[in-house]
């Protein structure tokens, strides 16, 4: 036997030291697993706030009613708008716009939408001359059939289950097709994300059972929102008693945003 | 965003008629006229080299090896501009990783390894291997160890070998030439498939830049097979003169099919014709009709139907020298033409609103990511690269070793 080997009792008694080691490793195990299994319970009730427990999306299917007939221009949708959803105030990046329609006897057709018509709209001139006027609040369409959606190379931008076109900025690449795809200008590059940016039904709020922003603040009343499905939401109202159009149907990507009195110069 | 404000303040200013808000920042800039403008010469370069693999043009022969190494200098930095123009460039790997196979641009990144690594390298590879294992055996010091290491091991110059990399050569052509439609198809296409702009929306989109991309790439080597010649103190006239012929007829297709869709859109006269026909003759004038189509198409056709060979002898003789000035200032012409014609597509494309009711300007930045120094740079470095490729292999016919030195072969 050489000196440095251990004696029999000496390596008899360490299976007995190593379960020791076992019996207080499982010790601070039990004694963390109620730590370990609040924090999860916190991490999946943050996880579960962040998707409203109560909210189901497959009961909704959401779209937008605009009385053209109601909006007197003031704007205020596009400041509620911007201000809920943090949208840079310089005059280049709206999520909704209004756009003022003056179309004068001789068949001429004036279209304006100065800072996207956040301040109202300066009056006429004169009113002589013209054949009729009106203004004509846009944002993003929510098409059923969404070319963002298509073009869009990493998926960023989706459609949800309850119908509303999002954009995942942590996912978004900022190459900016979804932005050419768009045939009705609702989207921008957010120059602080560097990512693709639009209207997104103020989803933070619809799913807590509220209405969009802009639906909110219309002192008019000519945004209406809510299900497109469902028989007895304002909505279905709205469509079943206006005569309802929707913007560029000849693109086939069939618009959520329902305009009624909607004229043939409005593009 | 300070600058970025100040710049689009001062585009408000110019804009005419009715643009959405939204529209008055011009999304796809400089860097994305630059990108097509390289994938349109890679491709065109690629084309050419196959006609005298598959097509058996033997005047053009000379200019074979140039041609892929042109391909492939160009090709390493197409995807620069993409790169720098992203928002969050550390994100771009997301498009191989979780791609949206709904969308066209997601097929970037697989046709373009497909392109690089099977069409254009294992090309080169093959046609080089032969040569690279000679260089490696003569040479000594660092060159021939780049040599050595770029012929991966396969140094068996036995006549069954060299027999089967003409045969892999030929059908890697064969592969290549639907494989660079591809490639520079699909860039049309993504443009093309824009149903949102009447300027884009067109069938014949991803076929004009087919076209034109030939063009361009011809028109390079061209230019790249004189000047190189003139440094070199020799170059063959009758490749020279096949190369103008294979560049006339390139030419007198692409303007046709131009043509083609203009006349098309003018005579369907949809909803947008009006907008369209202002952006032609204000925003565009300069670009489209004097420098794509006067000076770029119509004047390089002219020089060339009188010049080249293109009807079977000249309609003009001209004394070869002149000939080769001649030739030299077209395929300069067409270049100038082919960029005008890709920034009449990207920036054209958004200088009206998809409301159909007015036009916005574009202000280019010198400086910054998105400014003309970063493009320069990014158009000159192929050059840089297509150097040292020369340098490594050399295209030339008189750089290749005809002969292995005695008792190599066959080893």
């Known amino acids: 036997m050489t000196p440095e080997a251990k004696p029999p009792q000496a390596i008899a008694g360490a299976p007995e030291q190593v379960s020791q080691e076992r019996r207080e490793f499982l010790k601070q195990c039990a004694a963390a697993a109620p730590l370990l299994l609040a924090t999860i319970a916190v991490a999946e009730g943050v996880a579960a706030g962040a998707e409203e427990p109560n909210y189901k999306p497959e009961e909704h299917y959401y779209g937008m009613g605009i009385s053209v007939n109601k909006c007197i221009g003031c704007g205020r949708c596009v400041d509620a708008c911007k201000t809920e959803n943090n949208v840079p105030r310089e005059p280049f990046y709206f999520r909704t716009w209004v756009e003022r329609y003056v179309i004068t006897t001789d068949g001429q057709t004036v279209v304006t939408s100065p800072n996207g018509g956040i301040e109202g709209f300066p009056s006429t001139v004169s009113e002589k001359g013209i054949l009729r006027t009106f203004f004509v609040p846009k944002l993003c369409n929510h098409c059923a059939n969404p070319p963002c959606v298509q073009v869009c190379p990493v998926g960023a931008t989706f459609l949800t289950r309850d119908g509303v076109v999002l954009v995942d900025k942590d996912y978004c690449i900022g190459c900016r097709y979804c932005i050419q795809a768009c045939p009705y200008g609702a989207r921008f590059l957010n120059p602080v994300t560097r990512t693709a940016e639009k209207c997104t039904f103020c989803y933070h709020r619809v799913v807590q059972g509220k209405v969009p922003a802009c639906v909110e603040v219309c002192p008019t009343g000519a945004r209406v929102f809510g299900d497109v499905t469902a028989r007895s939401s304002p909505l279905a109202r709205f469509v079943r008693f206006n005569e309802i159009q929707v913007l560029k149907p000849q693109l086939n990507t069939e618009p959520k945003v329902y305009y009624a009195n909607l004229d043939g110069e409005v593009r | ?411």
């Open chain 2, 1 to 411: 965003m300070q600058g970025l404000t100040e710049q689009l303040n001062n585009v408000l200013q110019q804009v005419s008629g009715y643009i959405y808000p939204n529209e008055v920042e011009l999304q796809w800039s400089l860097l994305i006229v630059v990108y097509p403008y390289i994938t349109g010469l890679v491709a065109g370069a690629f084309i050419l080299a196959s006609l005298e693999r598959v097509f058996n043009v033997k005047e053009v022969e000379p200019t074979y090896r140039l041609a892929l190494l042109t391909a492939l200098a160009f090709l390493l930095i197409a995807p620069l501009p993409l790169l720098l123009h992203l928002g969050h460039p550390e994100r771009s790997l997301e498009i191989f990783l979780t791609p949206n196979t709904h969308s066209a641009m997601a097929m970037f990144g697989f046709i373009y390894a497909w392109y690089l690594a099977v069409v254009l390298l294992l090309e080169i590879w093959f046609d080089y291997r032969r040569d690279l294992v000679l260089w490696a055996r003569n040479e000594h010091g660092l060159r021939r160890w780049i040599h050595l290491i770029l012929t991966l091991g396969a140094t068996d110059i036995s006549e069954a070998a060299v027999e089967f990399d003409r045969k892999a050569v030929r059908f890697i052509t064969i592969i290549g030439i639907p494989s660079a439609f591809l490639l520079h198809g699909y860039v049309g296409f993504i443009f093309g498939s824009v149903k949102a702009n009447p300027w884009w929306s067109s069938v014949l989109i991803p076929i004009v830049f087919l076209f034109s991309a030939i063009v361009s790439g011809i028109a390079l080597v061209l230019i790249l097979y004189l000047l190189t010649g003139l440094v070199r103190r020799g170059f063959e006239m009758a490749c020279l003169d096949k190369l103008a012929s294979f560049l006339f007829y390139a030419l007198i297709l692409d303007f046709s099919l131009e043509i083609l869709d203009f006349i098309h859109r003018l005579y369907e006269a949809e909803e947008s014709i009006k907008i369209l026909s202002t952006l032609i003759s204000t925003r565009l004038f300069l670009s489209l009709i004097v420098l794509q189509a006067l000076t770029g198409t119509v004047l390089p056709l002219l020089c060339l139907a009188f010049v080249s060979p293109a009807f079977g002898r000249p309609l003009v003789r001209f004394p070869e020298e002149l000939r080769r000035l001649v030739y030299l200032g077209s395929a300069v012409l067409i270049q100038i033409g082919i960029f005008s014609t890709r920034w009449n597509v990207v920036i054209g494309g958004q200088l009206f609103s998809k409301s159909l009711r007015g036009l916005t300007v574009y202000k280019m930045a010198l400086t910054g990511m998105e400014g003309l120094f970063v493009s320069v740079v990014l158009l000159a470095v192929p050059f840089v690269l297509l150097y040292i490729f020369v340098k490594l292999l050399p295209p030339w016919k008189e750089s290749s070793p005809t002969q292995p030195p005695e008792g190599a072969a066959g080893d």
